[in-house]
């Protein structure tokens, strides 16, 4: 059953948003009568029967509502934007697949790219997750500065992890998967600076390595969600 997105499941009766709307009438043709799938992305599963259709408009009544419960291991990346922005989106799509909890995007010293339509990025995720039938959507941060956010973390990091290229002891990606709640750096494509890595270390991040290939900033973002979900 397709699966659409509505940001309030509270009332027994609503009217899709705009996009989904279009999705309904326009792509899927479908029409009075019709039951889907509706979440909210917050863990709420609501089976609706379309009761009016019209050209801009679909007004839905809920038949039965379910909530699930919240997903007990969560992992946060934290990841630089890609100068090609295509490259940025497809790791926010097939992340969103994987089940990936949050994603901010990291602005650092060698960051070719410091800005992002986030309202793009939130349909893309949104459109992911429609797709692989989640009911928890990941949460997509405004893009924020390196320092900024280390002065978010809390001192004790046991579980953060800062994948870089340096010379180092690291970690293996598979600790990843024995983790709970784990926090991920991803750097940009001309790596973390040597500062950024020492500072990261210093607030209790571990040096995580993804193995011996040097990986695109997306595809290291996207092992680390895959060796989590191991």
Excluded at 1 to 8: E, G, T, Y
Excluded at 99 to 115: D, F, Q, V
Excluded at 180 to 189: Q, S, T
């Amino acid at each position: 059953m397709h699966l659409f997105f509505a940001p309030d499941l509270s009332s027994s009766e609503f009217y899709l948003p705009d996009e989904e709307t279009h999705h309904f009438i326009h792509v899927l043709r479908f029409s009075q009568g019709k039951q889907i799938e509706v979440t909210d992305g917050k863990g709420a599963r609501a089976l609706c029967e379309a009761i009016q259709v019209s050209k801009k408009q679909v007004l839905l009544t809920v038949l039965e509502k379910e909530n699930f419960p919240t997903p007990t291991r969560k992992l946060h990346v934290a990841i630089a934007p890609t100068k090609n922005i295509d490259r940025f989106e497809w790791f926010v799509e097939k992340a969103t697949e994987l089940g990936i909890a949050e994603i901010t995007p990291l602005i650092c010293r060698h960051s070719e790219r410091k800005t992002l339509k986030l309202e793009r990025i939130q349909k893309l995720m949104v459109s992911a997750a429609r797709q692989s039938q989640h009911y928890f959507f990941p949460l997509v941060n405004a893009e924020v500065s390196f320092e900024k956010f280390l002065e978010s973390m809390n001192e004790n990091n046991d579980s953060a992890f800062i994948a870089h290229c340096e010379e180092s002891e690291k970690v293996e990606a598979r600790e990843l998967a024995s983790t709970m709640n784990a926090i991920v750096l991803i750097g940009p494509e001309g790596d973390f600076s040597h500062e950024e890595i020492e500072n990261a270390l210093k607030k209790g991040f571990k040096a995580l390595s993804l193995g011996n290939s040097r990986l695109r900033t997306e595809t290291a973002g996207l092992k680390a969600v895959a060796a989590f979900n191991l």
